[in-house]
């Protein structure tokens, strides 16, 4: 019974120290490095090429949600204001259209 005693001691003792050290810094050891390896969309407008290039980390069950989420929400912000600009120059070619003179109906000599 002692022995167990001891032995859960010694485990418990090595747990706490292993948490202890790995909280702290240690002089000359750079960042925890990720291992993800996606590549998300380059900043500024995304284009065919930037969408081609898209490489997503794969998961359990498919690819990290949180990749894929944050690349769609941004496609989806490009393509929300890539319509509004459309319209927006559609609506402007339509009214300059309109107030133009319609030259054949012109009497021209």
């Known amino acids: 019974m002692i022995i167990l005693g001891v032995v ?24 925890a490095v990720g291992t993800q ?12 090429d930037a969408v081609r290039a898209l490489r997503f980390d794969p998961a359990v069950r498919g690819y990290r949600m949180e990749q894929v989420d944050e690349v ?10 890539r319509d509004a600009e459309i319209t927006r120059l559609r609506d402007g070619t ?15 000599p």
């Open 37 to 48: 390896s996606a590549r998300g969309l380059p900043s500024g407008p995304v284009g065919p």
């Open 94 to 108: 339509a009214g300059g259209a309109e107030e133009r003179p319609d030259l054949t109906a012109e009497g021209r």
């Open 72 to 81: 769609l929400a941004r496609l989806s912000d490009e393509l929300g204001e």
């Open 8 to 31: 859960c001691a010694v485990i418990a003792l090595g747990a706490v120290l292993a948490w202890a050290v790995t909280r702290q810094e240690v002089p000359g050891v750079g960042p």
